[in-house]
């Protein structure tokens, strides 16, 4: 892409039918560092490379609760993407206080992407220069969107975006087809040996990554970084070499229990004693 | 998407001047609305009489609608209101079917929106004057709420309306268990509303039984409940007060 006349603003177009200034915001994302995201029937996973300025800075949030059903990764100007994640998480608790129910994510993503197609079509504006991955829970299941600044929006089984994206993509368009059915763990699983393409070669470790999840039954939350450094050793631990596309997964006689499982496994409070029944 | 209130003077809202366009009192009205779950889903029962104040001039008003695929509504009070709250809801089921995408609002989503409304109604002391009785199921799960004109709301196994409350639901909190057949809940709704036709001077002996499940609505055609008027205290009414009426 080079320059030429017709890229100034983003209400002109070019003569092959195309609108530079978007695809402009378009290449921003692809210099943000690696953000990916895959889903199950059940659960999304999100990842996200952490890359500081310099050692001396900590690394930028890239990973973002929206609400307990829908979480989102961004890549490319993250200031960009905390903006739209505040006007997210403002929809959300509008429609739940509302309707007392959450916003199904199918719907955020749509009032998401006619916000983003605004921008494309006024003068005085310009696109946001973020990719945003969208993963959450709807009324049938688990779902990860990418929305676009050019306002399009896609879902997606799996999905990476920024910078070496295209090494994490090749690693999940192999192991994409077993997703659907595929447990948390090995979601989880699968989410960090595609972040560690990425990584080309540097080593893996739970300081320049953040792992979120969330599910059915399972509120939107960031793993703590023991955690992560628990997974990371697991697999590390049997041999570098992700299982095969069969999927035996080498590790389920380890301590496959690693992670405290924030899931609320345990329901409702303890069983009161002298509480008398309620009459009336 | 926003169908906003009609101006007010903003500046004078409590004054003679904005009285014109502020709920006063209610001109013609729905008396109870009787709603209790059941095994397959809701049962929800109203009279069609529209009051004029002592007067029971409508005697075919329909008080019970579905709202959507999922949910039913019952109104007392205020007929207008009610005509004006189901365009609202019409409007909110329309755009909710417009997103195409296999979400769509349940009973516990109207309810709260009903909740909203009533409650931001009451606010600005211009009320829809009505009580309203929300009932469905959706996936499996049965709901039954309540909200009044100023916004109170709650959900439980059985609720009513205005006299409702005082005379049917002491019943149903007696009668009323889990899983009843669809026969036992019209039976136990035609209990309530044949106290309710005895002793509410509003009720007018023509009634629908609306009835949701997961399947979806049915309203019922109009019908009459048999009253016995052959007890002794109604054959001679004055016996105790002679000269009067």
């Known amino acids: ?280 | 998407m926003n169908l906003a209130d009609s101006t007010q003077a903003m500046n004078n809202l409590l004054g003679s001047e904005a009285d014109s366009q502020r709920t006063l009192y209610p001109y013609v009205t729905g008396t109870s609305v009787v709603g209790i779950k059941y095994k397959d889903g809701i049962l929800l029962a109203a009279d069609m009489g529209g009051s004029y104040g002592s007067t029971l001039r409508y005697k075919t008003v329909e008080r019970l609608k579905p709202v959507g695929k999922h949910s039913i509504i019952g109104a007392s009070g205020e007929i207008s209101d009610f005509q004006e709250i189901m365009r609202y809801l019409d409007e909110l089921i329309l755009y909710d079917n417009m997103w195409d995408d296999g979400n769509s609002l349940g009973p516990k989503e109207v309810h709260n929106y009903l909740t909203r409304m009533m409650y931001n109604r009451r606010n600005k002391f211009n009320p829809l004057w009505n009580s309203l009785v929300l009932g469905g199921v959706k996936n499996g799960q049965k709901y039954l709420g309540t909200v009044s004109m100023i916004g109170v709301h709650y959900e439980d196994n059985h609720v009513a309306t205005g006299f409702g409350n005082h005379l049917a639901r002491p019943i149903l909190r007696d009668e009323w268990h889990e899983n009843l057949t669809f026969e036992e809940g019209v039976k136990l709704l035609e209990k309530c509303m044949r106290v309710l036709l005895y002793r509410d001077r509003s009720a007018v002996n023509k009634l629908q039984i609306a009835k949701i499940t997961e399947a979806g609505v049915t309203i019922s055609q109009p019908y009459a409940l048999k009253t016995s008027w052959d007890l002794s205290a109604f054959k001679n009414p004055t016996a105790g007060a002679e000269g009067s009426w």
């Not at chain 1, 129910?101 to 983003?116: F, H, I, N, T």
């Not at chain 1, 709807?138 to 929305?147: K, M, P, V």
């Open chain 1, 1 to 280: 892409m080079f320059r030429n006349q017709y890229d100034t603003d983003v209400t002109t177009w070019s003569p092959a039918g195309r609108l530079f200034q978007v695809e402009y915001a378009m290449e921003a994302v692809k210099q943000g560092s690696a953000a990916i995201g895959l889903r199950s029937k059940t659960h999304v996973v999100l990842a996200s490379v952490n890359k500081a300025s310099s050692e001396l800075s900590s690394y930028q949030k890239k990973i973002f609760k929206v609400d307990d059903h829908i979480g989102v990764a961004i890549a490319g100007l993250t200031a960009d993407g905390r903006v739209l994640s505040r006007y997210m998480r403002n929809e959300c608790i509008n429609y739940s206080y509302t309707y007392e129910s959450p916003l199904p994510v199918g719907r955020l993503v749509v009032q998401l992407a006619d916000k983003a197609q605004v921008c494309t079509q006024r003068s005085w504006k310009r696109p946001y220069g973020v990719g945003l991955l969208v993963g959450g829970l709807d009324e049938s299941g688990a779902h990860l969107y990418y929305n676009c600044p050019s306002g399009n929006y896609f879902e997606y089984q799996a999905f990476a975006i920024g910078s070496r994206s295209q090494a994490a993509k090749t690693y999940l368009e192999r192991k994409f087809e077993g997703f659907m059915d595929s447990s948390r763990e090995n979601l989880i699983k699968d989410a960090l040996f595609a972040l560690r393409e990425t990584l080309q070669g540097e080593k893996l470790t739970s300081a320049i990554c953040t792992i979120a999840v969330l599910g059915v039954g399972e509120a939107f939350h960031i793993l703590d970084q023991e955690t992560v450094q628990g997974l990371i050793n697991e697999f590390e631990v049997v041999g570098e070499e992700p299982p095969a596309p069969a999927d035996e997964p080498a590790a389920p006689d380890q301590a496959g229990d690693a992670e405290p499982s924030p899931a609320p496994a345990d329901q409702g409070p303890p069983a009161d004693q002298g509480i008398a029944p309620m009459d009336i």
